[in-house]
């Protein structure tokens, strides 16, 4: 093989990828961990009565603040993207990103009403700063590697639900099961965790990341001769007209609704004010955005086209994907029967040992195994990735001692019970928290991102709409399962007792579709984007994902409502049926896509 920019990289490997890609799977594995662990628990501790600790709103409040602060997590990304590209670089920014973020988890843990608050806004930037740039990292380590990118991008998301998986299970069950600012402040313990080892492992990545200056710049612009397309002074009012819209929107709608109108920024539109904001918003943006379509080069546009065209695609995924910490939470803490008795107690407590230390043993292997590789030039950091993984082990041990003691089990006696912190039972009971059922995703992903992986490297790879296509399916039939399983329940009914099995179809289902969509996604965006362009395509990406996830907020809002009047198996079946037709949508569209990707697969 011919040598190239990227060669250095791969003198060093892990499972034949980069040691580099490890160093930044375990951050971005603890970064998930702090963000999905806190994200478990919005909804519940908003909705949990004050005797509970919780702050006792409606689940429409609920739901319509959890889309907005989900929505702003990704559209932030936009804003880390730009200043990344152009003035403090990949590196930087995921540190500042890390910094806040861990500000804004230790504000969560104090629990009053102006630290969440508080902690909310720190997170949002947080995230935008860090996680455009972790992939932009990536993809200029795998430049000139296109056929190892969706290995590698399949890898690292397996790093992301890795941290997904511990963080839920871990915080939420600190959250559901000791108290909410314990989860709140693990969450927080590990995204430090996470920023000091990718501060002292840097270098790793050679001149990735930098700050740019005038040469990085002018080398950028030398390998990419595209047209350029500056934005004018209209179109930068358009964007600045459109950007204000949509951030007052996406504030103003919880905000609105909290306040029982009391706070209305769009009061003087009338009582369909949000509504005719968010459209104007949306409307002057796909205006722009055809307009500057149309002044690049042929062939970028119609790559650029292609990359729209997932984008629009991703919305709807995301905003019924997301119904996993909204409505399907709110399945599983009302509906379910999450309390088990006899021999399937102790079933559950062997499987939950299982898929806590399993993966647990595998993710320290894969920690070794990049120690090998990278002890001798990086000892610190490695010895302080080591540590996070003490603490992780010890806090999975004392949950699994507690939930044993805790069915009657596991005989402690009072002055372990006072060494570990465990409260004293007097009758067994064993309990599911509602979390628990969301890390079964993050668990799937962990089982089948191997095979995907494998999936897309071989010559049955299907193309790009086919792959999308595939998820949306998968989508929609997770989604029939829990609206299958839902449809005892009586119209208006508040509590119901539906077997486990049809949550769990739900994950399994949502997994695949995921694995299918999410990381093959952003490995498109990285191949059919020009490199100057690169982190700033990752924030538009993430704006269409920001959609998606006010997109599942404002379903959660409605469910009370559907409810009501329809039956909780009506709500899941409407999700089902948009699945589908996106799904058949994505693989018509097939023909079309694969002639504007000029031969990118």
């Known amino acids: 093989m011919s040598q190239n920019s990227t060669d250095q990289f791969f003198k060093s490997t892990v499972l034949g990828h980069p040691s580099g890609l490890f160093v930044l799977f375990f951050t971005e594995m603890w970064e998930r961990f702090s963000f999905y662990g806190m994200r478990s628990l919005l909804i519940l501790f908003l909705t949990s009565s004050f005797v509970d600790g919780g702050w006792g709103w409606t689940r429409e409040n609920a739901s319509s603040l959890f889309g907005s602060y989900v929505g702003l997590v990704y559209l932030s990304t936009m804003l880390g993207g730009y200043f990344a590209d152009k003035v403090i670089g990949f590196r930087w920014a995921v540190m500042l990103g890390s910094f806040l973020m861990t500000l804004g988890h230790a504000a969560m843990a104090v629990e009053t009403h102006f630290s969440i608050y508080l902690g909310l806004v720190l997170l949002v930037f947080g995230n935008g700063f860090f996680k455009p740039n972790m992939v932009s990292i990536i993809s200029e380590m795998y430049k000139d590697r296109p056929e190892k990118k969706d290995g590698a991008y399949t890898l690292f998301y397996m790093g992301v639900n890795a941290g997904a998986f511990f963080g839920i299970l871990l915080c939420g069950y600190l959250g559901e099961k000791v108290g909410w600012g314990y989860g709140f402040g693990l969450a927080g313990i590990f995204m430090f965790f996470g920023m000091i080892q990718f501060w002292l492992s840097q270098s790793i990545f050679g001149e990735i990341g930098l700050k740019p200056n005038k040469e990085s710049k002018a080398k950028k612009e030398t390998l990419d001769d595209d ?100 409505s399907l939470t709110i399945f599983a803490k009302d509906y379910t029967n999450r309390v088990l008795e006899g021999n399937w107690s102790i079933i559950f407590l062997i499987v939950n040992s299982l898929i806590t230390i399993l993966p647990l043993a595998i993710i320290t292997w894969l920690m070794l195994k990049m120690f ?230």
């Open 227 to 326: 047209k350029r397309n500056p934005f004018t002074s209209w179109q930068l009012v358009v964007i600045a007209i459109s950007v204000t819209l949509g951030l007052l929107w996406i504030i103003n709608a919880p905000a609105s609704k909290i306040s029982g109108g009391k706070i209305d920024v769009f009061g003087f539109l009338g009582s369909n004010g949000n509504s005719t904001a968010i459209l104007s918003a949306l409307g002057l943006f796909i205006i722009l955005l055809i307009y500057r379509l149309t002044q690049y080069s042929k062939i970028t546009r119609e790559k650029l086209m292609a990359v729209t065209f997932f984008a629009f695609l991703a919305i709807f995924f995301w905003a019924i994907f997301e119904q996993s910490p909204n």
């Open 372 to 601: 090998s590789q990278t002890f001798k030039n990086y000892a610190v950091a490695n010895i302080i990735l080591s540590l996070s993984f003490v603490i992780i082990w010890s806090i999975a041990i004392w949950m699994l001692a507690k939930d044993y003691y805790t069915a009657g089990v596991l005989s402690l006696s009072d002055s372990t019970l006072n060494l570990l912190k465990i409260d004293k039972v007097t009758s067994p009971l064993t309990e599911v928290p509602a979390t628990w059922f969301s890390t079964l995703n993050s668990l799937f992903i962990i089982s089948l991102a191997p095979l995907f992986s494998k999936w897309w490297e071989s010559k049955y790879n299907p193309i790009a709409t086919v792959k999308y296509g595939i998820g949306m399916l998968f989508l929609g039939i997770g989604m029939a399962c829990v609206a299958i399983g839902a449809s005892g329940i009586e119209p208006g009914a508040k509590t119901a007792s539906v077997s486990m099995i049809w949550l769990i179809l739900v994950f399994l289902f949502h997994t695949m579709g995921e694995l299918c969509i999410s990381p093959v996604g952003l490995s498109y965006v990285s191949k059919l984007v020009p490199a100057r362009m690169i982190a700033l395509m990752f924030g538009i990406w993430y704006l269409a994902v920001a959609i998606g996830m006010k997109g599942a907020g404002i379903f959660g809002e409605n469910i009370d409502k559907i409810a009501d009047e329809h039956g909780l198996s009506y709500f899941f079946w409407i999700l089902t049926i948009i699945s589908v037709v996106i799904a058949l949508l994505s693989i018509v569209m097939s023909p079309i896509i694969k002639k504007l990707m000029h031969g990118v697969r």
